[in-house]
């Protein structure tokens, strides 16, 4: 049995104006196991705490009720003072007298029984309590962050820079990401590899920083501070000790007539190749699908022509088994397809080409040089239509619900540079709405109306229908004059939606990590906690959380590694002991917790139990005390009631409803 | 106002079209083959509904300008489908004229032989709704 | 049946199976057990008929811990609710060899019974009809109307999980599944009350509703355990009819697969399926229409969500 | 030997009523069961047997038995009342005359359980003749006849009458209450049923069941058997056969926290269920097998050994009847002289 | 002439607050002195979704006239889901209540998020006076709590 002391506060005449704390005392002495009462002025001051932990000594009290303010206020102080008094902070329970009560009633009487029962309902609690422990674990003192975008990169920099170790996974032969195919950004208008590339360039040569390109994670297990990941890096048939990066293997290679990805489909590569000039690391890989040599066994010109003899085509894919204490997911983004959407004739035209596409074109490196040119027959463009909001704030199956947010921004940047570039081209945005808040976005596509002459359109395009003559025809609506357009146009720009990277997916199921429907990473909070993710961490950083520039990106990744940090920093992680717990002997093992458990904390074990002497092996849940967090939603989808949560447990919450009914 | 008003609600259960989920993006009248003949723009069907102004709609040319080609319903990007609208107003009209419903009663007297099946369940279809 | 039998024996003989779960014809013309048979002589008691109506899927969680296989033969309805217990791991499905039997309705010995026969020699069956012997004459009574209240909403002939299918069935669907339900949703609270305050104080908490069914399977029942404060022996007061019977019902929500068991077995007649059917119409009219063992895979609609569910509200807005 | 037109029988229930607690074979919710008769109930005299058996009359299914109520620190103890108003219950069949018999031997001997010896004294049983046995009787096994109900009062149902014979002094204080709504009868007439009813018996399926084999004797024989681990294995721990039987006797002590104080009452249990003659440090049946073997083994051998050879199984079949399995007393009997007779 | 003294009807609510959102906000009412009856007696839990249908009938066995939920709004829950959860069990559980025929307003589900002190007072209003307008709760009790 408990020995229950319970302290009655007046809070000055907050309480005690409205509830005879006397009486409250007086009445709960009655309660079974009560063998302590009081009322003080202050419970929480210094001579308040005192006095428990005095009466704590003197009756041997094995559990206390505070009757006072409510516990989000003061549960800590007096656990704290319980704790100094020698007994388990955990046995303290806080019944809620003031704003839950002498507050909200005036009349004296009613204030002081609903007080009488407030009380009760906390000793029949605390009756029930048993002494907690919050659990530690050890952390280790290693991130990994999945892609090597500009997310990733500045996610791993910030970490690496704090003097903890950092791996980056990208998943492609080189890091730089979506950012490295941009030829300007917004709203500078600053070349964009002039400033990703020094970023990449530190990176890969921090001490602390180590990169694993051409590599996706394969297995993640553990919890926060101690996850094990495996990484599989692909075999790139290249041994990167040994390659000088001289390029001479592209170049030679027979077989040049595959598609390149970072140009989108654009522009062609070799077999053995480099995405791009300032690919890092410099190193090729052989695309073994497209090369003769693995096609045919024939071939092998690149191993001839490498002097420092780095080809090596028994190369095999290799499993990394490493430990991290925390991971930061910077996945990245790319754009939806097209082939739903056949009025914008994308897949009927060469010159009906995505915005990201365009900045393929616009850039020095790419298949054009630079050159604004029509892709079918290379001729200068004198019209130009940009359609906003393809697929995006569509709820049809065919497009995204959610706004792309960046689309607005860089279709007044590309609409602005081919205006500054060549001022003699017609350049007509259609659009929904133009969004641009952000420091400097309304001035800066006021500038693309005012100073460069953009002819902007409230209105969507219906239909682009590509003529003999080569020209494409634009029907669209002028909503604000009320008229139908129809116009010819030599080019015509796609914002497609973007959506999160396809193994996004993949990626959150390993981690437990929830996802929306969208396929965009959930945070812990969308306000409170926007860079964690809800699974402990795990943290975000960049589009795969959600739609963002790049300032909003690299500000996303910051924030992602100094909470990494934070969680680095520790020695050890204190879990709070209100977690799930498992009955071993009434659990079914039929997973059905494990369905609900929005952090992945419940796995399930083949493990011998003693049932009153049936000995048996049993399937049965078991809770990661340091990924839960005690919210209990198993403990209601337990039929069997074998799931309970601690500090909160089915027989604790009924002792208060009896209690509150008697 | 209130014979607006539940002309509107009528229109709503027959076309089942929400118009406040239209963002005004005006692809529907981007879309129409027979924008110019109208003389007001499928656009703007949502706005006479959401002002409860049915009989505007019921009034107008494009009433019967409508080629019911679909375009609209097919590309409208927030599944408002304006051309349900006019589909919806053109029955108000037909059910305005009259013999309200068909029951399945009338249907004897009325029936020719020569009549396709197809027909006679579209007509049910549409005039029962 | 004789193919049953054969094949039974043959998988048996060349070690395919360690036993077989089937049926055992019993000592009256209506009461075959639920049995175990590991060899072709003691196959020579197995029966297969209408009133095999036991749904043997339950009995392999405790097979799936046996040695080898079992050879159970499972009914098209049967198979919903191996599923859902594959689903929730509780059998074992590399344990089992599965015979889908066919099945034309299963008969109601009650049914019988309460059309006023009494006395019972014989049954037959005659072209749809039961000719039945009786110590005070003979009776005869249409095969549909002896049949399981279950079967009268038939989910289908087909078999969610098997390894092999033995003999023809029908669908015996002949009423609309939610009739019941929607009956009494209609009634005022008063008479909604009196009804099930009728039907339950029937209730001797005999618990065979619970241990016939399959979703039932928990190791130990809340109401025998002291987890909630919860254990009951008798309902000493009305109010624990209604609580064992609502919470047993809202614990199988979703994955209840309406095997009609508790109804089968219910001494007193309870019509326990108008609970379960009442959770399944609401999940099929708020959450989208939901048959718990279809399949082994499927999310139950109570450990998923949408976020645009209805609220609890809409119990009051649909009156 | 008195009669009284079937059409009177409302009449002769409403007299009863007017005195005394009447409990009777009522349908409720298409089951009839026994029940306190009202002007609304629906009797029903012609269901051989309810669903439950009557013995919930003298050993109800709960009772309180104290009430401790808190006050503060103050604990007080109020003993439940015994039974103390006369009451009439009508309709039983002999079988179950037989099961409260059986009770008795129970529950009157030493010690005494003063409930249900209150419950004993103050009810008067009228019981009925089975006019028509159905197939899953055997209270013929037992030396029961189903034609004789010997009780306070004996009836039988014969066509549009029923004859009324009071047989002992409780059954003559009742007649004399209802004296002036019955006729002189003859004898021949239910001497005529009795010879009908036992001839239908002699025909029943279940009426050479002979209980050759079980005695007290036979306990290791019996208890160490093979054949248990067959026979229960269809068994799904429900406890529908001990619930709806005329004879089963196990209860349970509970309490009930009302908020104020706690009410201990007794509720039946039952030897199907896994936390039967649960205790502190366990259970000494820990398997399914033992739980059903107790069953029959208490029935057929125990009960006998204890009670000069009488059974506690009194053959009204509704355990045959209500098993969800289909397994009954009567196969496990079965089984064990099949077995007998292989050897 | 007698007069019986009839005793005024003074119901027993259980409100079930999770700690994140609702607890707050009815601290937040407590703080506006934002008044409510004080038949409303508040039990902490973490999360809604924590509430078992089993404390809800619970609540009414031991003698409760009403019982209501208050977690975060959809999308806010602290636990990210938690309170999805609950929307569904606590439809289905009241759904099953009203076809037993327990009148409907005995339960209810309310969102009220850390800010919404008023519109905890106001929901505590409406619900203590809707709990009145039905009566004493007489369905669905245990009478052994009744004395």
Not at chain 1, 4 to 30: P, R, Y
Not at chain 1, 518 to 534: C, G, Q, Y
Not at chain 4, 109 to 116: A, C, K, R, S
Request: net charge negative; with cysteine; aromatic share 8%.
């Amino acid at each position: 049995m408990q020995r229950i002391g319970v302290f009655v506060c007046h809070c000055g005449s907050n309480i005690s104006a409205t509830v005879d704390v006397e009486k409250v005392a007086q009445m709960s002495l009655l309660e079974p196991g009560v063998v302590h009462a009081e009322d003080y002025q202050y419970m929480c001051s210094e001579a308040g705490q005192a006095r428990i932990t005095e009466a704590v000594k003197e009756k041997k009290l094995t559990g206390i009720v505070v009757c006072s303010c409510s516990p989000r206020m003061h549960e800590t102080t007096f656990r704290n003072a319980a704790e100094r008094a020698g007994i388990n902070p955990y046995m303290v329970e806080i019944a809620n007298i003031r704003e839950h009560c002498s507050w909200i009633h005036k009349n004296i009487e009613e204030g002081t029984e609903k007080a009488i029962i407030l009380a009760r309902a906390a000793i029949a609690k605390v009756t029930l309590n048993a002494p907690l422990k919050p659990g530690e674990s050890r952390v280790t003192k290693r991130a990994l962050v999945i892609g090597g975008g500009i997310a990733g990169i500045q996610t791993a920099l910030d970490i690496a820079e704090a003097g903890y170790e950092v791996d980056i996974v990208e998943k492609t032969p080189s890091i730089g990401g979506r950012m490295s195919q941009l030829d300007k950004t917004f709203p500078t208008l600053d070349c964009s590899a002039c400033i990703l590339t020094p970023k990449m360039v530190e990176a890969s040569a921090h001490d602390k920083i180590n990169i694993y390109t051409y590599s996706e994670v394969d297995q993640v297990s553990g919890f926060v501070g101690d996850f094990t990941v495996d990484i599989r890096k692909k075999a790139r048939s290249i041994n990167m000790d040994k390659c000088t990066g001289c390029g001479v293997c592209s170049e030679k290679c027979p077989s040049k007539k595959i598609s390149s990805e970072f140009n989108r489909g654009l522009g062609k590569r070799s077999a053995v190749y480099t995405p791009f000039a300032q690919a890092i690391p410099n190193v090729p890989v052989i695309d073994r699908e497209n090369c003769i040599k693995f096609k045919t066994g024939k071939c092998g010109i690149c191993e001839k022509v490498c002097q420092a003899g780095a080809v090596d085509y028994t190369q095999e894919d290799e499993i990394i088994t490493e430990k991290y204490g925390a991971i930061v997911v910077a996945t990245g983004f790319d754009t939806i397809k097209l082939d739903d959407f056949d009025e914008y004739a994308y897949n009927q035209s060469k010159d009906v080409i995505t915005s990201l596409e365009l900045e393929r074109v616009m850039n020095a490196a790419g298949p054009t040089k630079g050159h604004l040119e029509r892709l079918s027959d290379g001729k200068a463009p004198k019209n130009m239509v940009f359609i906003q909001c393809v697929g995006s704030r569509d709820v049809t199956c065919r497009g995204k619900v959610y706004c792309s947010k960046i689309c607005c921004m860089y279709t007044a940047k590309h609409a602005m540079l081919i205006r500054d570039k060549y001022p003699d081209v017609n350049v007509t945005v259609f659009y929904i709405d133009v969004r641009t808040p952000g420091k400097n976005f309304d001035e800066f596509y006021r500038r693309a109306v005012e100073e460069y002459g953009v002819n902007y359109v409230k209105g969507q395009v219906g239909k682009v229908a590509p003529q003999a003559n080569g020209q494409l025809l634009v029907q669209a609506v002028d909503l604000l004059d009320n008229k139908q357009i129809l116009m010819e146009a030599d080019m015509v720009v796609l914002a497609t939606a973007i959506e999160p990277e396809a193994g996004v997916r993949k990626i959150a199921t390993m981690l437990t990590a929830s996802i929306d429907t969208n396929n965009f990473l959930t945070e812990a909070h969308p306000k409170l906690r926007p860079v964690e993710s809800p699974t402990a961490g795990v943290f975000l950083s960049g589009v795969c959380q959600g739609p963002k520039d790049i300032p909003e990106t690299v500000a996303q990744a910051g924030s992602a590694a100094v909470k990494a940090i934070g969680l680095l920093a520790k020695e050890k992680l204190m879990t709070n002991p209100c977690t799930a717990k498992s009955d071993e002997l009434l659990c079914n093992g039929c997973s059905t917790c494990a369905n609900v458990c929005p952090y992945g904390a419940i796995t399930y074990e083949d493990r011998e139990v003693n049932d009153h002497g049936i000995r048996e092996v049993r399937r049965i849940a078991v809770v990661n005390n340091a990924l839960c967090q005690g919210c209990g939603a198993c403990t209601v989808t337990c039929p069997s009631g074998a799931m309970d949560l601690q500090g909160f447990s089915n027989r604790q919450i009924i002792a208060e409803v009896d209690a509150i009914c008697r | 106002m209130s014979h607006g008003k539940s002309q509107t609600q009528k229109m709503k259960e027959i076309t089942g079209v929400d118009p406040y989920k239209c963002m005004k993006c005006g692809k529907c009248s981007a879309t129409c083959p027979l924008f110019n003949e109208m003389d007001i723009k499928p656009h703007q069907f949502v706005s006479y509904v959401l002002n409860e102004d049915i009989d505007a709609l019921v009034n107008s040319k494009s009433l019967w300008k409508c080629l019911s080609c679909f375009a609209c319903i097919e590309r409208c990007p927030r599944n408002v489908k304006p051309g349900k609208l006019i589909d919806g107003a053109r029955q108000l009209v037909v059910r305005q004229r009259g013999a309200d419903y068909l029951t399945p009663e009338d249907i004897p007297e009325r029936l020719d032989p020569e009549l396709p099946q197809q027909l006679l369940v579209s007509a049910f279809r549409r005039y029962r709704r | 049946m004789q193919e049953l039998v054969k094949r039974a024996s043959e998988l048996l003989a060349d070690g395919s199976v360690a036993r077989v779960l089937g049926w055992k014809a019993g000592d009256l013309p209506y009461n075959p057990e639920p049995a175990y048979f590991e060899n072709e002589e003691q196959l020579r008691s197995f029966v297969y008929n209408g009133f095999c109506g036991a749904n043997l899927s339950k009995y392999m969680i405790e097979a799936s811990k046996l040695e080898g296989k079992t050879l159970v033969f499972l009914k098209p309805c049967d198979t919903y609710s191996f599923n859902q217990l594959m689903k929730e791991y509780r059998v074992d499905r590399e344990k089992a060899w599965i015979i889908g039997v066919g099945c034309r309705g299963k008969l109601d010995i009650e049914a019988v019974k309460r059309s006023g026969i009494k006395g019972i020699e014989s049954i037959s069956e005659e072209d749809g009809e039961l000719k039945i012997k009786t110590l005070y004459g003979d009776h005869s009574i249409s095969y549909a109307e002896a049949m399981l209240e279950r079967c009268h909403s038939c989910k289908g002939k087909e078999h969610r999980v098997y390894d092999e299918l033995i003999g023809e069935s029908e669908e015996t669907n002949d009423s609309e599944r939610f009739a019941g339900v929607t009956e009494i949703e209609a009634m005022s609270p008063e008479e909604k009350f009196a009804y099930f305050q009728k039907e339950l104080s029937k209730c001797i908490r005999c618990n065979a509703c619970r241990n016939v069914c399959p979703a039932c399977s928990c190791r130990k029942c809340v109401f025998d355990s002291n987890k909630f404060d919860s254990a009951q022996k008798a309902n000493t007061d009305s109010f624990e009819e209604k609580m064992f019977h609502i919470i047993r019902a809202f614990h199988v929500a979703g994955r209840c697969t309406d095997c009609g068991e508790c109804s089968r077995v219910c001494p007193e007649g309870i019509p326990l399926h108008l609970f379960n059917r009442k959770f399944m119409k609401d999940i099929d009219e708020l959450y989208g229409e939901f048959r718990a063992g279809e399949d082994a895979e499927t999310k139950g609609p109570l450990t998923d969500f949408t976020f645009e569910d209805a609220e609890p509200g809409v119990v009051a807005e649909r009156g | 030997m008195y009669k009284i037109k079937t059409e009177n029988l409302t009449a002769l229930f409403q007299k009863i009523a007017g005195h005394q607690e009447l409990y009777l074979p009522v349908r409720n919710a298409g089951q009839v069961n026994y029940a306190n008769w009202s002007d609304e109930a629906e009797v029903d005299l012609n269901v051989l047997n309810t669903v439950k058996s009557p013995k919930d009359a003298f050993f109800p299914q709960s009772e309180n038995l104290y009430t401790c109520k808190r006050d503060g620190k103050k604990i007080t103890i109020e003993p439940e009342q015994l039974k103390s108003q006369n009451f009439v219950i009508f309709g039983m069949r002999s079988c179950d005359l037989k099961g409260v018999e059986v009770l008795d031997k129970v529950f009157l001997e030493d010690p005494l359980d003063t409930f249900y010896a209150a419950r004993r004294d103050h009810g008067t049983i009228v019981a009925m003749a089975c006019n028509e046995p159905e197939e899953t009787c055997f209270c013929k096994a037992f030396g029961i006849d189903a034609a004789e109900p010997n009780a306070d009062v004996a009836t039988w149902m014969a066509g549009a009458e029923l004859y009324w014979e009071p047989l002992t002094e409780k059954g003559e204080a009742l007649t004399e209450m209802v004296r002036e709504l019955l006729d002189d009868g003859s004898e021949e007439a239910v001497e005529e049923m009795k010879t009908n009813i036992r001839r239908i018996i002699a025909k029943l399926p279940y009426s050479d069941l002979s209980m050759d084999g079980w005695n007290g004797e036979v306990l290791d024989e019996k208890f160490n058997s093979e054949l248990w681990d067959e026979l229960y294995k269809p068994c799904l721990a429900c406890g529908t056969c001990t619930f709806v039987c005329p004879t089963c006797q196990c209860y349970d002590i509970k309490d009930y926290d009302t908020g104020n104080g706690v009410q201990r009452y007794r509720c039946w249990d039952s030897c199907m269920y896994s936390d039967f003659t649960m205790m502190a440090h366990g259970n000494n049946r820990t398997n399914q097998m033992q739980r059903f073997r107790q069953r029959f083994m208490h029935k057929l051998v125990y009960f006998p050994a204890n009670n000069d050879g009488m059974y506690s199984c009194v053959g009204c079949g509704r355990c045959v009847a209500k098993c969800p399995s289909s397994l009954n007393i009567v196969k496990v009997v079965k089984a064990f002289q099949n077995q007998g007779g292989e050897q | 002439m007698s007069i019986t003294a009839k005793t005024e009807f003074k119901p027993k609510i259980v409100a079930f607050c999770c700690n994140w959102c609702s607890y707050a906000g009815a601290d937040l009412a407590g703080s506006s002195r934002l008044s409510y009856p004080a038949d409303v007696k508040i039990i902490r839990v973490p999360c809604s979704c924590r509430v078992n249908p089993m404390f809800v009938l619970r609540a009414f066995e031991k003698g409760a006239d009403g019982v209501i939920l208050c977690g975060c709004h959809p999308g806010d829950c602290h636990y990210s889901t938690g309170n999805y959860y609950t929307r569904r069990r606590m439809t289905l559980l009241f759904s099953m209540l009203d076809y037993i025929g327990v009148e409907q307003g005995r339960t209810r589900v309310e969102w009220v998020s850390a800010a919404e002190g008023v519109k905890f007072s106001t929901t505590m209003n409406e619900f203590v006076e809707k709990i009145h307008s039905l009566g004493e709760n007489v369905r669905l009790g245990d009478l052994r709590c009744r004395n």
